[in-house]
């Protein structure tokens, strides 16, 4: 007998950090489908300041261009962690890693700039965080400055951190409401999630106004291993990402629906759709399912 699988979804109450709502926002999808989507974008990676990362296969990670159909085989093994379990804090704008349960707290960095979310990969050799990235002008008629960011990682064992995503070098501008061809908002890239066992992840990008940060609502993957960056689902046709555990499935949550889609953004479908909920502020409410 034929037993079906029923995926049950937690809905937790999240304050986005998504901010006002802009006067114009990017287009949103009007209907779903099963049916595939255009096949993936590829947009060149950032490129990589410092020395390598650790490899979690027998590869090495490339200097300048996204890998070949072969890469090149790693010049040395990963270092071999010491510990199981360890917790990453920011102080001082620099991760600090401490083995539990009595490990010795050992600095990770020395750049003075993190802002934000430590992450392990899901091998754990790895550190994925947020450090500060210049400010820029989005309109010359507005013109106070809004801060960027950019992504780093570094290994749990110490090293050298390397850049892995250059927002302002390679996601798009989004057009703003003065209607002025230089009136442009840049994206940067805002909740994420990690793809079981590899080192790629997905996420969604937000944009950078003087009164927040709304959501794109879009899906892009990165590769950590190459630094390859595919789009996955154009704006208003995303949302912010979780992965299935067995790495085949995502969701995509916005203020007004929960999608699923494969994990390449095909088949895409809605689950739920709700009114959008009124925060009175200039955060947006998005929903938080749970696998």
Known sequence: ????ALLLIALAV??????MEPTSPPPAAT???AA???TTVPTQPASPTAEALPSAT???IPTEAPPTATMPPATAAPPDVAFEAAVIVIRDGDLWLKPLPEGEEMQLTDLGDVVDFPEFSPDGTLVLFRREGPSVTVSPTMPDQVPTSTWWAVPVTGGSPRM?????????QVPGSGGLEPDLFPSEPGPFDWLPGERQLLFTTRYLTINGLPGNYDLWRLDVESGQLDELLPAGQGGRPVVSPDGE???LSTPTDIL???ADGSERQTLLSFERVPTYSEWEWVPAPAW
Not at 1 to 4: F, Y
Not at 14 to 19: H, K, P, R, T, V
Request: glycine fraction near 6%; charge should be positive; proline fraction near 12%.
């Open 260 to 262: 699923v889609a494969r």
């Open 36 to 38: 595939p989507l255009p």
């Open 1 to 4: 007998m034929k037993r079906i």
């Open 31 to 33: 209907a779903t489908s």
């Open 58 to 60: 027998a590869t090495s």
């Open 164 to 172: 892995l995503l250059d927002p302002l070098a390679v996601l798009p």
């Open 14 to 19: 999240l304050a986005g950090c998504a901010g």
């Open 249 to 251: 499935s995502v969701l």
